[in-house]
């Protein structure tokens, strides 16, 4: 008999079905949801070679519009986490979807980099209302004991986001149509026309967003079900308690392994969104790929990332007995490692070595921002709690395009790699002093 059966037996056949329904409703409905936001999110680092050719722009000013989306995102992930616990996730997605589909459908006409960091910025903050969200409906339907290898599989929401918000946009540049200009005494340009990527992408979210509000409800009282802690007799009673995020953000913020979690998230999420938005501006420009190239071979990161996200989240439950900094700690030091091995390559060897790095980065990504941050959080301020260490990895995602973009154009691209080999580092160790923890929510 395995735990799951274990932890349910006795109950009512009847009730286990039907709980067993609304928790796959659950799973696939906030995995859609997040997976979905980030066609909206990847469009512009396939769509960014090309308008900087088409505008003339450098990486220095273009990091300006990407420090708008994560700055806001940043500041959204405080706001929104806190507020997500107060009104509920599936109102918080659905302010969410409206007005990232919107930004992205108006985002395709836009020609200045002010019109651009307007709306992407607010697109950022948009988009900070999903991580809380979904994060909080997973605590209300999956508890503790389960949630190592429940999240593993769900875990992958934003891995095949990546890819196939990247893919898609690729796939869009390959195919639209293609215009050379003639700058006065200049050399003359080629550029493909990008906005399709944006407009493809927002309408491709209204129909997931659908879908979505369709299947998931916010916990099991709302469709007649009991707690999940009494689903799976932990208690026989569930406290009341008032949503009041004052009340919340305290009790969040008293615990000292909460803290580490976002710390370390900061240096870990700066590492991911490099990649995440440079990577086809650095083959593109740096290893002389065309741009439909570039984006194809950058989605490898995400892929790869898929396993990392399966094997960090499983072996932190099966292996480390729910605990989640070994995993961490041991996948950190082999980032820094594959990103050495990455700056290093030849071409032929991009594809291998990217994949390294994604596996790597992904799996001490999830387990920090989604596994542990439930287990040293609490369930009633789940939301809070990621929130605020998304909010703090956020904060080192919104200063990376300024520092990235400014240190390599001043420094040259192995500056770049030498600073992300340094925060892998020292993200390995900040885990490290949470070795031997173990949630308990």
């Not at 469709?223 to 009340?247: C, F, S």
């Not at 596996?359 to 989604?370: H, K, L, N, W």
């Not at 596994?371 to 703090?392: I, P, Q």
Request: aromatic residues 16%.
């Amino acid at each position: 008999m395995n735990d799951y059966e274990t932890i349910t037996e006795g109950v009512d056949k009847s009730l286990d079905r039907k709980y067993k329904l609304w928790r796959i409703r659950a799973f696939v409905g906030t995995w859609l949801a997040y997976a979905g936001f980030y066609l909206c999110r990847k469009t512009i680092a396939v769509a960014q070679p090309e308008f900087m050719k088409q505008f003339g722009w450098r990486e220095a000013e273009v990091g300006i519009i990407l420090s708008g989306y994560l700055t806001a995102y940043a500041v959204g992930q405080f706001i929104n986490g806190a507020m997500g616990d107060k009104l509920g996730a599936r109102r918080m997605l659905l302010l969410g979807f409206i007005t990232t589909i919107l930004m992205n459908i108006l985002f395709g006409f836009s020609y200045t980099i002010l019109f651009m960091f307007f709306l992407w910025t607010i697109n950022g903050y948009a988009q900070s209302m999903g991580w809380p969200s979904v994060v909080k409906g997973m605590s209300n339907w999956f508890s503790i004991r389960e949630r190592g290898k429940v999240m593993s599989p769900w875990g992958t929401c934003y891995s095949v986001g990546d890819v196939v918000g990247t893919g898609l946009a690729a796939f869009i540049i390959g195919r639209v149509a293609v215009t050379t200009v003639q700058p006065v005494g200049g050399e003359a340009v080629t550029y493909a026309d990008w906005r399709w990527v944006f407009w493809i992408a927002g309408m491709t979210l209204a129909v997931i967003a659908t879908i979505v509000l369709i299947l998931f409800r916010n916990r099991p009282q709302d469709v007649g079900l009991p707690d999940i802690a009494i689903y799976h007799k932990q208690t026989t009673t569930v406290e009341t308690v008032e949503k009041n995020i004052w009340k919340n953000a305290k009790d969040v913020l008293s615990r000292g392994p909460v803290w580490i979690l976002g710390f370390t998230y900061f240096g870990v999420k700066f590492i991911r969104y490099t990649f995440m938005f440079w990577t086809v501006t650095y083959l593109a420009r740096e290893k002389g790929m065309g741009t439909e190239l570039a984006g194809y071979i950058s989605t490898i990161f995400a892929m790869a990332g898929i396993l990392g996200t399966l094997t960090a989240s499983y072996l932190s439950d099966a292996v480390f007995k729910s605990r989640r900094a070994p995993i961490s700690v041991i996948m950190l030091f082999g980032l820094t490692l594959s990103l050495f091995f990455f700056y290093q390559s030849p071409v032929a060897l991009i594809p291998i070595s990217i994949g390294l790095v994604g596996f790597m980065t992904y799996g001490p990504d999830f387990v920090i921002s989604a596994v542990a941050v439930m287990d040293f959080g609490s369930r009633e301020g789940a939301s809070t709690a990621a929130g605020f260490v998304n909010g703090l990895g956020s904060i080192g995602a919104a200063i990376m395009p300024v520092i990235v973009g400014f240190v390599a154009t001043t420094f040259g691209w192995v500056s770049v790699f030498y600073l992300l080999i340094a925060m892998s580092i020292l993200c390995a160790v900040l885990m490290m002093t949470l070795w031997n923890k173990v949630g308990t929510n």
